[in-house]
């Protein structure tokens, strides 16, 4: 199967940018639905942003949207998500998964889950 990292996190302050990169290993990367979720202290884990095989579907939470893009480079192997006018609700451990499509990948029932990266964003 394909297996997952994350990386890109770090402490940014408010209004700040950040870009995460997602990096796969496998034969078949580009013939799943990718997505990012994120965990916050004390919270449960919640969606962010979908992109389908193709990378002409996109799906984005109400609270990222218009802030976030999700991105796939498939010769790559790396799935992306540009963080912009970050706030300090963004603050979390970002993960990456995948799914057979966007809808399937916005549910978050996926099985495992990889160690993340974490974003701080601070004031």
């Known amino acids: 199967q394909v297996q997952l990292v994350e990386s890109g996190g770090g402490l940014v302050q408010t209004g700040g940018s950040l870009r995460l990169s997602c990096a796969a290993s496998?034969?078949?990367?580009?013939?799943?639905?990718m997505g990012w979720f994120r965990q916050a202290p004390g919270k449960e884990r919640e969606f962010v942003a979908a992109?389908?095989?193709?990378?002409?579907?996109?799906k984005y939470a109400d609270s990222v949207k218009g802030r976030f893009t999700i991105s796939r480079v498939n010769a790559k192997n790396t799935v992306y998500l540009q963080m912009n006018s970050l706030k300090p609700e963004d603050t979390a451990v970002y993960y990456c998964?995948?799914?057979?499509?966007?809808?399937?990948?916005?549910?978050?029932?996926?099985?495992?889950w990889g160690k993340g990266t974490l974003v701080t964003v601070s004031s």
């Open positions: 496998g034969r078949t990367f580009s013939s799943y639905a």
């Open positions: 992109i389908s095989w193709s990378g002409l579907v996109t």
């Open positions: 998964n995948k799914g057979q499509d966007t809808i399937v990948v916005a549910s978050g029932g996926m099985d495992y």
